[in-house]
């Protein structure tokens, strides 16, 4: 194989998209295996190119969360039990994650929570309805340090882009992150996205907000000394702010 410097790789099939994820399937335990066989059918949502219809998927109109990497969910479960009157929609690829949110939810019997085991880029291309979310929320996306795999991290301007688009006017996007390089990186591409502006005004990161509850990467940051940065955008209301 060629070596190229910036890390292109000349091999690598261009008709696939780079993904901001690896899968590693081999570490599902048994009970999120049996989860997705008897609970799919109550929490899960299949990845395919229908768009959903919130009234449909919950049962009822009520405002609508969507979670994007949720990670092993217990953050999620612990939102979707505080706030009954809130529907919230949770994307992960990683299968195990998903499998153990599916087993927190029901051991809370959550009636509010429905989840995608899916790429989050995909489901928003196909699947999620324009100007529908009250808040999107990404909490400690993978961080991809080195410099050659920037290109895999979430937070890209076409991914926010696609975000501000299935926010409702004045709905919020919601970031957080332990890397302070990806923190400055958030800060500049939602500051250049025309449709979001900065809750705290300004250029700078908002105080964590009490309700956001602490998340397993969020423990694993603050364990090296990380310092954490949320990041609180609206959506500008059409016709301007
Ligand atoms: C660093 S972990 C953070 C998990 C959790 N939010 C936390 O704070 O503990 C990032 C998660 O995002 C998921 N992820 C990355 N890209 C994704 C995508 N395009 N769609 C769905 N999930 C994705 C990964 O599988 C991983 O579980």
Request: aromatic share 10%; hydrophobic share 40%; net charge positive.
């Amino acid at each position: 194989m060629t070596s190229i410097p910036d890390g292109l790789n000349f091999n690598r099939d261009l008709s696939r998209p780079i993904r901001s994820f690896v899968r590693r399937e081999g570490r599902i335990t048994s009970a999120q295996q049996r989860a997705f066989t008897e609970y799919w059918e109550r929490f899960g949502v299949e990845a395919d190119t229908r768009l959903l219809d919130p009234e449909r998927l919950f049962g009822r109109s009520a405002p609508w969360v969507l979670e994007i990497g949720f990670g092993n969910g217990e953050s999620l479960a612990a939102m979707a039990a505080a706030h009954p009157g809130v529907n919230y929609l949770g994307i992960e690829a990683h299968r195990p994650g998903v499998g153990h949110l599916l087993l927190r939810a029901t051991e809370l019997q959550l009636t509010n929570l429905r989840v995608m085991c899916a790429d989050a880029a995909e489901a928003l291309k196909k699947q999620l309805p324009d100007e529908c979310f009250e808040r999107i929320q990404i909490f400690f996306p993978d961080p991809w340090p080195k410099a050659r795999h920037h290109k895999r991290r979430f937070i890209q301007s076409g991914n926010v882009a696609l975000l501000a688009r299935k926010l409702k006017p004045f709905g919020q996007l919601h970031l957080a992150t332990d890397w302070e390089d990806y923190a400055l990186s958030m800060l500049d591409i939602l500051n250049a996205t025309p449709e979001l502006a900065n809750t705290v005004g300004g250029n700078g990161f908002t105080p964590r907000p009490s309700w956001r509850p602490m998340t397993r990467f969020e423990q694993r940051g603050l364990r090296l000394g990380h310092a954490i940065r949320d990041l609180l955008f609206v959506r500008a209301a059409p016709g301007g702010y």
